[in-house]
């Protein structure tokens, strides 16, 4: 792509709903920078080919020394994404309104969006940083390495977009490690990144869970203050004698806190591996096998990428869940054997696990020209040519699964425009907390 002139950037400054203010936060080495250069080859500031290796962002000469970011350095990206907008029709009458049937296809609009990217420190030392980026953004991108897991900084930075109020989307990086280094299976695979999610929701359930104790402690020291000044007002002889401070009231509501969490079919976690350039979220499958499937709305099928779910052998185009397996095939470790797998490994690991054996590890030329015409990868007569199976491999990957189109979207679908955000986040910027009375 063409680098974009600094007018369309300004222009776009005045729509204030098609701005995304975003933070690339994670660990020391969990690959920040090497997204952040993907992302920016969208605007041909870098070519793709250099991502990871340029870190355009690390503009001091110690940073690219050291080879770790010391400083945020921010950005302004444009980017153009293509949506379907329902088309309304004049001649639906009010039954078909409230059945919700749509008489026309829904097109396709372009809109232009303008990405204000921060790439912060994932170094503990510099945590004053990553304290600036996430207030300064409104969204952000929280990646974890899918083999270290959990660090120490993964908690610092979910916290700090916790106190922030800042809406957040899980990148699980480094899948390709999984293959190449730790020679997973995609049913082992699944597995491990299954507890990964779990870790990183534990994390944030703590918060949930620290905010709720927080609030009920307010509201029992408020109730007590008040009977305190009740008692003080009354005319008793003996006032500290029969103060009693009342604990009665101490408990935690019951409080809905799904929208907490990480949950692939939300589509509010990535796939990645921003080392080869590539990227996925469950709904681009589902809109990939749907149809295949005769399933029809890409919708109905994401519900069942994650999770125990299966297809019917004697009936593919019938999914069941692990009970419904066990009930009518008399298998009652349907996870355990190697016939049944799970959805997300049949129509995603299974997908990218064979594209990275036959590059990789068989390198045969016939197998290798199949997945890319399956895939519908486009790639040039040049590119195909090389002798480097590992360069050959990221080529492929990054034409059949961008990385920076698939966190620009989903920066796009998920994340909140400042004008929407600032309604949560102004009492956290301007008070210090939001749940603070002047």
């Not at 680098?3 to 995304?20: G, W």
């Not at 994670?26 to 250099?50: M, P």
């Not at 109020?165 to 299954?194: C, F, G, W």
């Not at 976690?269 to 709904?283: K, T």
């Amino acid at each position: 792509m063409a680098t974009v002139p600094i007018t369309k950037i300004s222009k776009l400054q005045e729509n204030t709903e098609n701005i995304r203010n975003v933070c690339v936060l994670a660990h020391v080495d969990h690959g920040k920078t090497t997204l952040t250069d993907s992302l920016l080859s969208t605007n041909g500031i870098i070519s793709s080919r250099l991502a990871g290796k340029v870190r355009y962002l690390d503009s001091r000469k110690d940073e690219q020394e050291r080879g770790i970011t010391m400083e945020s350095s921010g950005i302004s990206l444009y980017y153009k994404a293509s949506k379907k907008v329902p088309k309304p029709s004049a001649n639906l009458t009010n039954d078909q309104k409230s059945e919700n049937i749509t008489p026309q296809t829904e097109p396709l609009v372009e809109s232009e969006y303008l990405i204000n990217l921060i790439d912060s420190p994932g170094h503990i030392d510099f945590g004053s940083e990553v304290s600036s980026a996430a207030r300064l953004s409104d969204g952000a991108l929280v990646l974890v390495d899918v083999v270290e897991g959990v660090c120490t900084q993964t908690i610092n930075v979910l916290r700090q977009a916790w106190i922030e109020k800042v809406s957040s989307i899980l990148v699980i990086n480094k899948i390709d490690r999984l293959i190449s280094h730790l020679k997973m299976t995609p049913n082992e695979a699944y597995i491990h990144i299954q507890h990964l999610i779990q870790q990183v929701n534990a994390v944030l359930a703590g918060f949930w869970e620290s905010d709720r104790i927080e609030e009920s402690d307010k509201r029992v020291f408020e109730n007590n203050n008040d009977a305190s000044a009740d008692f003080d007002n009354s005319n008793t002889s003996n006032k500290f004698g029969n103060l009693k401070i009342s604990t009665e009231n101490w408990h935690l509501e019951e409080k809905d806190d799904s929208h907490i969490y990480y949950s692939p079919e939300k589509s509010n976690v990535i796939f990645a591996s921003a080392y080869d350039g590539w990227a996925f979220r469950l709904n681009e499958f589902a809109a990939l096998f749907a149809e295949k499937m005769g399933i029809g709305s890409p919708d109905k099928l994401l519900n069942f990428l994650w999770g125990d779910y299966y297809i019917d052998p004697k009936n593919r185009k019938r999914i069941l869940t692990k009970k419904q397996m066990a009930k009518l095939y008399g298998d009652s470790s349907v996870s355990n054997n190697s016939n049944y797998q799970p959805l997300f490994v049949q129509l995603c690991l299974n997908s990218i696990w064979k594209v990275y054996e036959t590059v990789i590890e068989s390198n045969d030329q016939d197998k290798i020209d199949k997945i890319i015409q399956t895939i519908g990868a486009k790639i040039s007569t040049f590119d195909r040519k090389t002798k480097d199976s590992k360069q050959l491999l990221t080529i492929i990957m990054r034409s059949w699964l961008p990385i920076a189109h698939t966190s620009l979207l989903a920066i796009i679908d998920l994340l909140p425009s400042p004008k929407v955000a600032q309604k949560l986040r102004v009492p956290v910027l301007l008070k210090g907390k939001s749940n603070y009375n002047s």
